[in-house]
């Protein structure tokens, strides 16, 4: 039977999880707006396609990708090479080599008189800044006061290990 090689086109399942077992992104199952690990209110009612956000679009079915190119984290591509179709595998992968350690650096207080006045921030909200470059960045609000607005810039998943369970459905 055939083994995966990088460049080949592969078809895999695969489950992310958390150390405490919370599913944040999976091919399996179809992830609903409320669904633990599913993305937020405010996602779903934009119809989400980003996969950053743990939702995957709402979308699930097996992923099709060339091996090498990393679509995914390296490590599940390492993991990948040299599986046969039906193999299952599961792969551990440190915070670090993730979505990064959670960086207290990260967290930034901006005076409201600097956010447009339109803009009503909310603890717990998400949103997209950007500067004068219109270079942006994802953000949650933190806090709020009258006087400013505490966002924190970490990925929803710094900190975290994660656990993907892979299964190779098919080499193309």
């Given at each position: 039977m055939a083994q995966a090689e990088?460049?080949?086109?592969?078809?895999?399942?695969?489950t992310g999880k958390l150390e405490?077992?919370?599913?944040?992104?999976?091919?399996?199952?179809?992830?609903e707006c409320g669904d633990e690990g599913c993305c937020d209110d405010d996602c779903c009612e934009d119809g989400c396609d980003d996969d950053e956000c743990g939702c995957g679009g709402h979308e699930s079915g097996p992923m099709t990708f060339?091996?090498?190119e990393e679509i995914l984290f390296?490590?599940?591509?390492a993991a990948i090479v040299g599986m046969t179709p039906g193999e299952k595998k599961t792969v551990q992968i440190a915070a670090a080599d993730a979505f990064g350690e959670y960086d207290k650096e990260k967290i930034f207080t901006v005076p409201r008189s600097d956010?447009?006045?339109?803009?009503?921030p909310e603890v717990g909200d998400e949103l997209s800044l950007s500067n004068e470059d219109d270079e942006?960045?994802?953000v949650v609000?933190?806090?709020t006061t009258a006087e400013q607005v505490t966002f924190d810039a970490n990925h929803p998943l710094a900190g975290e290990d994660?656990?993907?369970?892979?299964?190779?459905?098919?080499i193309q």
């Open positions: 990088k460049g080949n086109t592969v078809t895999i399942n695969f405490d077992g919370t599913i944040f992104d999976s091919t399996l199952e179809d992830m060339v091996l090498g390296p490590q599940i591509d956010l447009p006045e339109d803009l009503i942006e960045l994802e609000v933190l806090e994660v656990t993907f369970e892979i299964e190779l459905v098919s």
